[in-house]
């Protein structure tokens, strides 16, 4: 069965400082993508970033970078240099590649992310 | 990029009413829509997968007599709860997908509050 877990339901920092957002994922599927969205309190989902289970390469974008490891199964979300605006609930989300039902997402619990000024 | 649109934005309504909640592909046909529901600091749970011209599938737990999902359209697909409860009260998201990208486009939500 497909699972993610994000252990982390809030964190709290103060602005500028350095922050990581774990996720852990489960499946038996060899081809599989991983995604990471933003929830700000308007609720409207922010899509971040795709990865597909072939691409380990990590990631950077401004202040944002992605660590992708298949061998712990993991894909954490990193922001650099947090600012009051990232303050937001993250989802980190796995979907399967094929099937009928190929693009279904199954989301982790979500990490609530303040920082503060 | 793609976009998604959802209508209404919010809605309240009475226990015992049935609510219809459209999403729209803007610019693109959408083979695949899915549904999903948010209830308050929680996570986003996966209630349907509709298929345009075909009927939807349903993840274990959800009434598919309760939520109907109808994608007549590769554009257009609704939910309508019916016979709504206070504890269908929640935030309904919609996503579409467009070709075998498996790129999906999430609309921005609709806030459900039955009453």
């Given at each position: 069965?497909?699972?993610?877990?994000?252990?982390?339901?809030?964190?709290?920092?103060?602005?500028?400082?350095?922050?990581?957002?774990?996720?852990?994922?489960?499946?038996?599927?060899?081809?599989?993508?991983l995604f990471w969205y933003k929830q700000p309190?308007?609720?409207?989902?922010?899509?971040?970033?795709?990865?597909?289970?072939?691409?380990?390469?990590?990631?950077?974008?401004?202040?944002?970078?992605?660590?992708?490891?298949?061998?712990?199964?993991?894909?954490?979300?990193?922001?650099?240099?947090?600012?009051?605006?990232?303050?937001?609930?993250?989802?980190?989300?796995?979907?399967?590649?094929?099937?009928?039902?190929?693009?279904?997402?199954?989301?982790?619990?979500?990490?609530?992310?303040?920082?503060?000024? | 990029?793609?976009?998604?649109?959802?209508?209404?934005?919010?809605?309240?309504?009475?226990?015992?009413?049935?609510?219809?909640?459209?999403?729209?592909?803007?610019?693109?046909?959408?083979?695949?829509?899915?549904?999903?529901?948010?209830?308050?600091?929680?996570?986003?749970?996966?209630?349907?997968?509709?298929?345009?011209?075909?009927?939807?599938?349903?993840?274990?737990?959800?009434?598919?007599?309760?939520?109907?999902?109808?994608?007549?359209?590769?554009?257009?697909?609704?939910?309508?709860?019916?016979?709504?409860?206070?504890?269908?009260?929640?935030?309904?998201?919609?996503?579409?997908?467009?070709?075998?990208?498996?790129?999906?486009?999430?609309?921005?939500?609709t806030r459900l509050t039955v009453t």
């Amino acid at each position: 069965a497909q699972k993610v877990t994000q252990a982390q339901t809030e964190i709290s920092v103060v602005e500028k400082e350095d922050v990581t957002l774990d996720c852990v994922y489960e499946t038996r599927d060899t081809t599989y993508y991983l995604f990471w969205y933003k929830q700000p309190p308007s609720g409207e989902l922010v899509f971040l970033i795709r990865r597909n289970s072939f691409d380990e390469q990590n990631e950077i974008s401004g202040r944002y970078s992605w660590n992708f490891q298949k061998s712990t199964s993991s894909f954490n979300f990193t922001i650099t240099a947090s600012q009051v605006v990232d303050s937001a609930v993250y989802f980190c989300a796995l979907s399967e590649a094929g099937g009928n039902q190929g693009g279904k997402l199954i989301f982790g619990q979500g990490t609530e992310l303040s920082v503060k000024p | 990029g793609a976009v998604v649109s959802q209508h209404p934005s919010r809605v309240i309504c009475k226990s015992g009413t049935s609510v219809k909640i459209e999403c729209r592909s803007l610019d693109f046909q959408a083979t695949t829509m899915f549904w999903y529901r948010q209830f308050p600091k929680q996570s986003l749970m996966l209630m349907a997968t509709s298929n345009e011209g075909s009927k939807a599938t349903y993840e274990q737990g959800v009434e598919k007599d309760k939520f109907l999902i109808n994608h007549a359209s590769l554009t257009l697909s609704t939910l309508t709860v019916t016979s709504a409860h206070p504890e269908d009260s929640s935030f309904y998201i919609c996503s579409a997908i467009g070709g075998l990208t498996y790129e999906q486009y999430f609309g921005p939500g609709t806030r459900l509050t039955v009453t």
